[in-house]
């Protein structure tokens, strides 16, 4: 079974605070995305990953950057966090094709006071 | 652009009712996948089901079903003697071919099934 992994359930950071949310993933994917769900909204995509070093932006990557290292790792960074990023984040990863089904993380519940 | 519409926003039935959850799809392209995910109180999405436009069969596993009707841009889903272990919330997504290469979710249905 594929595992993603997410490094924190819960956080909470103050306004202003650099933020980072790690995901892992064990099956050698190459593609790798960051979502946040909000109520009402579903998940909307922030950034993707297609391979190490390379990244594309999703729908709302406004205020996020990502970093990709390794295969396996895929960071999501928040540079200077903001109240209305309080939100779920859910990782995910996917083989090379692109019909394959998304495997998902448990997600980080991050607020931002 | 391409939308999918969960009208439903939440679902209560009683143990062992049948109940469908209803997911509306809108692309422009021809060749599309539609999926269904399930995501229990533990958060993690849990892939269901996926289809692709060319394969209108209608498919049963288990006591989920799914029916999918290009003429109505429909891809319900039917959940038969439900069960509590079922409550969760269920997001339809669509993947096209075109400019929109990355999934589009709906905005999921929190389905309660009471005992």
């Known amino acids: 079974d594929v595992k993603v992994t997410q490094s924190s359930r819960y956080l909470v950071k103050r306004t202003g605070e650099k933020v980072f949310l790690e995901c892992v993933q064990d099956?050698?994917?190459?593609?790798m995305f960051w979502y946040r769900q909000d109520p009402g909204l579903g998940l909307r995509l922030i950034y993707f990953?297609?391979?190490?070093?390379?990244?594309e932006k999703g729908d709302i990557p406004e205020g996020y950057s990502v970093s990709r290292e390794k295969k396996e790792r895929f960071s999501l960074i928040l540079e200077s966090a903001s109240t209305n990023q309080t939100s779920m984040y859910l990782c995910?990863?996917?083989?090379?094709?692109?019909?394959?089904?998304?495997?998902f993380g448990d997600g980080t519940r991050l607020s931002i006071l | 652009a391409q939308k999918v519409t969960q009208a439903q926003t939440e679902i209560s039935v009683v143990e062992k009712e049948d109940v469908t959850l209803d997911c509306v799809y809108e692309?422009?392209?021809?060749?599309?996948?539609l999926f269904w995910y399930k995501q229990p109180p533990s958060g993690e999405l849990v892939f269901l089901i996926r289809?692709?436009?060319?394969?209108?069969q209608n498919e049963i596993s288990g006591r989920y079903s799914w029916n999918f009707q290009k003429s109505t841009s429909s891809f319900n889903f039917t959940i038969t003697a439900s069960q509590v272990v079922d409550s969760a919330v269920y997001f339809c997504?669509?993947?096209?071919?075109?400019?929109?290469?990355?999934?589009?979710f709906g905005s999921g249905t929190q389905l309660t099934v009471l005992p």
């Open positions: 995910a990863s996917r083989d090379g094709q692109r019909y394959q089904p998304q495997h």
């Open positions: 099956m050698d994917h190459e593609n």
């Open positions: 990953s297609y391979d190490v070093k390379m990244k």
């Open positions: 692309t422009r392209d021809t060749t599309y996948y």
């Open positions: 289809r692709n436009s060319f394969d209108e």
């Open positions: 997504a669509l993947l096209g071919s075109g400019s929109a290469r990355q999934l589009t």
